[in-house]
């Protein structure tokens, strides 16, 4: 199992970014997938999951309504559109494979997003 995350960087207050992860190892699309994220001195977080087919999607309330999961299972890709970014979501963001919809088994090396005010 293989999963590389990317996209993330500095963006402003306010701002927009997609981070993408690169699924292998295994068959993407019998998969949940799911994001989660870690703060500077926090625990992880979950942040939103997907199911295999896409059409079952969560989120945690603090990102409920900014924040947008999708997939391409053609491709092994897993997406989370974040919009209206705040500073308390500056974290290193995790794509992580689901067994079932809140709770996972591997977890990819993570990339930091960081909002500035």
């Known amino acids: 199992v293989q999963l590389v995350e990317s996209g993330g960087g500095l963006v402003q207050l306010g701002g927009s970014l997609r981070v993408s992860c690169a699924a292998s190892?295994?068959?993407?699309?019998?998969?949940?997938m799911i994001w989660v994220r870690q703060a500077p001195g926090k625990r992880l977080e979950w942040v939103s999951s997907?199911?295999?087919?896409?059409?079952?999607?969560y989120y945690a309330n603090s990102v409920k309504g900014r924040f947008t999961i999708s997939r391409d299972n053609a491709n092994n890709t897993l997406f989370l559109q974040m919009n209206s970014l705040k500073p308390e979501d500056t974290a290193v963001y995790f794509c992580?494979?689901?067994?079932?919809?809140?709770?996972?088994?591997?977890r990819g090396p993570g990339t930091q997003v960081t909002v500035s005010s």
């Open positions: 997907i199911g295999s087919s896409g059409t079952s999607r």
């Open positions: 190892g295994f068959t993407f699309n019998r998969y949940w």
């Open positions: 992580a494979r689901g067994i079932g919809s809140r709770s996972w088994d591997q």
